[in-house]
Nanobody
């Protein structure tokens, strides 16, 4: 019913920047919170950044000041601008959202993930 499609991952040198995008499509009444997670093989998925439908943002301590989450409600899209990237940021990044598909029905949806590799 609802899909999240991420893009923008790739290989970048330490100190570089990338911008991830995630667009929701399908049967959407409205979108509540949107989040970015990341996961390294063998480790738990980590919440990186959150943005509410009102634009309130929050970040994990290890990306605060370097990453910026934003959203374009008209395009059902959330972005993650990542600056001053470090090798420790290497991970698969996942988009997550709570989508209102009916006036009283909500779904939590995940994207397929996009790989970010920070290496020289």
């Amino acid at each position: 019913q609802v899909q999240l499609v991420e893009s923008g991952g790739g290989l970048v040198q330490p100190g570089g920047s990338l911008r991830l995008s995630c667009t929701a499509s399908g049967r959407i009444f409205s979108i509540n919170v949107m989040r970015w997670y990341r996961q390294v093989p063998g480790k738990e998925r980590e919440l990186v950044a959150t943005i509410t439908n009102g634009g309130r943002t929050s970040y994990s301590d290890n990306v605060k000041g370097r990453f910026t989450i934003s959203r374009d409600n008209a395009k059902n899209t959330v972005y993650l601008q990542m600056n001053s990237l470090e090798p420790g940021d290497t991970a698969v990044y996942y988009c997550n959202s709570v989508v209102r598909v009916e006036p009283s029905q909500y779904l939590e949806v995940w994207g397929q993930g996009t790989l970010v590799t920070v290496s020289s």
